[in-house]
């Protein structure tokens, strides 16, 4: 030690808890800015009665080549929405509110179902009916800027959730943009969203399910109910 100058051990200390300080100081920016630009994007889908979105949705499962498909999703709240697909043309999938229809043209069977609520439904896809809510579906979020857009990844708070990981990646306009989602059997589900419109004019027609000439229904009964009959 010269003169008052303070010893190595001292300094070395001294710096660590100004680096901790500052570490501390960003995490938190970065919370809080990752707090803002969630409550921004839940505002966004909140608010709206109607959504009228173009869609792409690839589906992988190991081993296999990934299966692309789009269209149009037009939605109403609460817990209405018609994937109306272009390619394959004439598939569709339709929620009324009470049940989900889904309609394949290839075999021309048509499974009706009761609308329930589950992690599936409620947490991905909530934003898509009005009923997003990050920090109740979902946990441990990391997020990273791309260009101008953000990525935002995260777990599902629901150890019964079929799905493992989620990635958003959201728009400065807080529109979610493309929508990944792996699930428990490393199976990928991948939308990409374009031409958002916020409440445009949506007929009731549009949730209504009418039977395609020469189709077959099959009923879809829940586990627990088919297990009482």
């Known amino acids: 030690m010269v003169g008052n100058a303070p010893v190595p051990?001292?300094?070395?200390?001294?710096?660590?808890r100004r680096v901790c300080l500052v570490v501390t100081a960003l995490a938190l920016t970065a919370q809080t800015d990752l707090r803002s630009l969630l409550d921004a994007v839940e505002k966004h889908y909140n608010n709206p009665r109607t959504i009228e979105v173009r869609f792409e949705q690839t589906y992988t499962v190991p081993g296999r080549p990934p299966r692309t498909e789009s269209g149009d999703l037009f939605l109403r709240r609460p817990t209405r929405m018609r994937w109306q697909y272009r390619s394959p043309?004439?598939?569709?999938f339709l929620v009324d509110g009470k049940?989900?229809?889904f309609y394949n043209p290839s075999n021309r069977i048509v499974e009706k179902s009761r609308l329930k609520e589950s992690d599936d439904v409620r947490a991905p896809l909530a934003f898509l009916i009005g009923r997003l809510d990050f920090?109740?579906?979902?946990?441990?979020?990391r997020h990273r800027a791309e260009g101008a857009d953000t990525r935002v990844v995260a777990k599902p708070r629901s150890e019964k959730a079929p799905y493992e990981l989620v990635e958003f990646v959201i728009t400065p306009g807080?529109?979610?943009r493309r929508l990944v989602i792996t699930a428990?059997?490393?199976?990928?589900t991948e939308f990409h969203f374009a031409a958002?419109?916020?409440?445009?004019?949506?007929?009731?027609?549009?949730f209504r399910f009418e039977m395609p000439a020469?189709?077959?229904?099959?009923?879809?009964?829940?586990?627990?109910?088919?297990?009482?009959r």
Do not use: C, Y
Request: glycine share 8%.
């Open 99 to 101: 049940h989900t229809w």
């Open 196 to 206: 958002e419109t916020l409440n445009p004019p949506v007929p009731d027609r549009l």
């Open 214 to 228: 020469g189709a077959e229904m099959v009923e879809i009964a829940e586990p627990e109910a088919a297990g009482k």
């Open 135 to 141: 920090e109740r579906d979902f946990r441990e979020f």
């Open 174 to 176: 807080r529109q979610i």
């Open 89 to 92: 043309a004439g598939k569709l």
């Open 9 to 16: 051990g001292l300094v070395l200390n001294r710096m660590l």
């Open 184 to 188: 428990q059997d490393r199976s990928v």
